[in-house]
């Protein structure tokens, strides 16, 4: 009968290892990683409002029943699509030199809560880098800091992958608001 108990008590010993072994490598490592690379842009927005088009670097595409294509909707712009085409700087000056354009849309999408969908590419057009970064994600416009996915690239960023981290830097109304965008590659090919 004690030969069976250790022999029950072994191979249950055995599973635990194995299990516990199994289990926290793959959290462990998740834990642990660190990004291959790391970059920090500021993009700046300035929205068509009927009166700046030489200036204007998006504009509402769609629009509720309720709205039109030049003031955004009520009710958290509920609705909205706007489209852009925005300047990519590496400090917070609009009249920085521009290192590339933020180049996308985003969806008002909820009534109750300011929030808004992205999705977008940072296309480079400088020296220091060539090709795409490519966002998508959800955007809780209220939060401090928002991450969205990194999920993919062309030219120096080839099926990167990661997360970006989004902050309000400046908001003027209705007009003009400049994002703080910190990028974390956590694949680098």
């Known amino acids: 009968m004690t030969s069976k108990l250790q022999i029950s008590t072994l ?6 290892v194995l299990l516990l072994g199994c289990s926290a490598s793959p959290r462990k490592n998740m834990r642990s990683r660190r990004p291959c690379k790391e970059m ?12 700046n088009a030489k200036n204007a ?13 030049t003031i955004l909707a009520n009710q958290n712009h509920f609705g909205n699509i706007v489209v852009f085409d ?3 700087t590496l400090d917070n000056n609009l009249h920085s030199p521009s ?3 933020a180049q996308g849309f985003y969806i008002y999408d909820q009534k109750d809560i300011f929030t808004s ?7 480079f057009n400088s020296t220091a880098h060539k090709g795409s970064i490519n966002f998508a994600g959800a955007d809780p ?9 990194v999920i993919g690239g062309t030219g120096d960023f080839f099926m990167t992958r990661g997360v970006a981290t989004i ?14 965008i910190d990028i974390k590659f956590y694949e680098c090919w």
């Open 99 to 101: 290192v590339g354009r």
């Open 117 to 123: 969908w992205l999705g977008f590419s940072f296309v």
């Open 11 to 16: 191979f249950l010993a055995i599973f635990l």
């Open 167 to 180: 902050m309000t830097d400046a908001f003027e109304g209705e007009v003009y608001f400049r994002l703080r």
């Open 40 to 51: 920090v842009f500021y993009f700046h927005d300035i929205i068509y409002n009927g009166k």
């Open 141 to 149: 416009i209220m939060n401090k800091t928002r991450d969205i996915s």
């Open 57 to 69: 670097t998006s504009a509402i595409v769609g629009a509720p029943a309720w709205g039109n294509h």
């Open 86 to 88: 925005d300047p990519i």
